[in-house]
């Protein structure tokens, strides 16, 4: 489970996955990937809205007439300027968070990844990006994850190794690489 302080809206094309059995865990779904430490960027707009859905409103308002790609809306309470506007590539802003958080697995047992080609097709559900939807789609950001570590591992990369190894441990639902130290939690 996770504590999300802000989220991120970026062109992801969440798969039509079943939900006979709903992921309520925020470990098993397309949307439930995570990005941390992103760094500073620099918002094209940034203001106020009273929620998440006023922001998303605002994005797809100024995405009309090519001023918004993705946005980003802050939870916290001190934030007065909470939904921040980018007309920058969401997926060039993501690459530069060096923290990042996958599912292993959806509801229904399947791998998820943002790629299947690199693991067996068979039994593998893509999460993936498309940019044709702006202001569409949901990434976390700044998250926490509550549980335990059940194990770790070092000197890894890329991020989808880490998953690999993770896949490999009994119990572990959710993988968490570290790109600048390697490090890899399940």
Same mark, same amino acid.
């Not at 939904?83 to 060039?92: E, I």
């Not at 890894?156 to 639902?173: F, I, Y």
């Given at each position: 489970?996770?504590?999300?302080?802000?989220?991120?809206?970026?062109?992801?094309?969440?798969?039509?996955?079943?939900?006979?059995?709903?992921?309520?865990?925020?470990?098993?779904?397309?949307?439930?990937?995570?990005?941390?430490?992103?760094?500073?960027?620099?918002?094209?707009?940034?203001?106020?809205?009273?929620?998440?859905?006023?922001?998303?409103?605002?994005?797809?308002?100024?995405?009309?007439?090519?001023?918004?790609?993705?946005?980003?809306?802050?939870?916290?309470?001190?934030?007065?300027?909470?939904?921040?506007?980018?007309?920058?590539?969401?997926?060039?802003?993501?690459?530069?968070?060096?923290?990042?958080?996958?599912?292993?697995?959806?509801?229904?047992?399947?791998?998820?990844?943002?790629?299947?080609?690199?693991?067996?097709?068979?039994?593998?559900?893509?999460?993936?990006?498309?940019?044709?939807?702006?202001?569409?789609?949901?990434?976390? /950001?700044?998250?926490? #994850? &509550?549980? =335990?570590?059940?194990?770790?591992?070092?000197?890894? !990369?890329?991020?989808? $190794? %880490?998953?690999? /190894?993770?896949?490999? #441990? &009994?119990? =572990?639902?959710?993988?968490?690489?570290?790109?600048? !130290?390697?490090?890899? $939690? %399940?």
């Amino acid at each position: 489970n996770t504590n999300m302080r802000a989220y991120l809206l970026v062109f992801v094309q969440i798969l039509s996955l079943p939900f006979t059995s709903p992921c309520e865990t925020d470990d098993c779904s397309c949307g439930d990937w995570f990005y941390d430490d992103c760094g500073q960027h620099n918002p094209s707009q940034s203001l106020h809205t009273g929620d998440i859905g006023e922001c998303l409103a605002t994005c797809q308002l100024f995405a009309s007439f090519g001023q918004c790609n993705f946005y980003i809306f802050l939870t916290n309470p001190g934030a007065h300027d909470n939904c921040l506007l980018f007309n920058s590539d969401s997926k060039t802003y993501l690459e530069t968070c060096p923290v990042y958080g996958q599912p292993l697995y959806d509801s229904d047992g399947f791998v998820l990844m943002e790629n299947c080609e690199k693991v067996d097709k068979v039994g593998c559900k893509e999460c993936h990006n498309d940019n044709n939807t702006p202001c569409g789609g949901f990434r976390s /950001l700044d998250c926490l #994850v &509550e549980h =335990a570590t059940v194990a770790h591992f070092e000197d890894v !990369s890329p991020k989808e $190794e %880490c998953a690999a /190894l993770c896949r490999k #441990v &009994e119990g =572990a639902r959710y993988s968490v690489y570290y790109s600048e !130290s390697y490090l890899c $939690e %399940c």
